[in-house]
């Protein structure tokens, strides 16, 4: 089982751990990310997302329009962020099977905002801060 913590002193660690990570990634996973704002969560999704082939300028943060579609070749990749709604999420009060698909990827920030729903496959990645940098521990579903 996948259950890891590493320690990224700077930005350049936490890409390069992005790169690592992106390589374990299957069709269909859904990552939560859970963490502080500015821990690292949009920047590690983002760069995610250029590992799998994406144009990063072509991603940013989901806070305002809560999700977002990259293209990513004939494969999907999502990216939501819950931390502009009110309180716990309940499960059908979104619509997730538009941003859940067998054929991609989907990292949702501000994961821990949807209680007691765990997807069938993927990740769960706790962002915090370690000093000048930011701790991150994975862990598979």
Sequence with gaps: ???IEHIC?????????SHEFS??????DVCLLLGEIGAGKTFFTIKIYEHLGGNPDLAGSPSFTIVNHYPLADKDFYHV????????VEEDSIDQEEWMTPN????IEWAERMEDWKPS???????????EGRAVKIKAI
């Design 121 to 131: 496959s993927g990740f769960i990645l706790n962002f915090r801060y370690h000093g």
């Design 1 to 3: 089982m996948f259950n």
């Design 104 to 107: 991609g990827y989907s990292f």
């Design 9 to 17: 002193d700077d930005e350049l660690a936490l890409e390069r751990l």
């Design 81 to 88: 962020d819950l931390y502009r709604l009110d309180g716990v």
């Design 23 to 28: 390589q374990h990634l299957k069709l269909g």
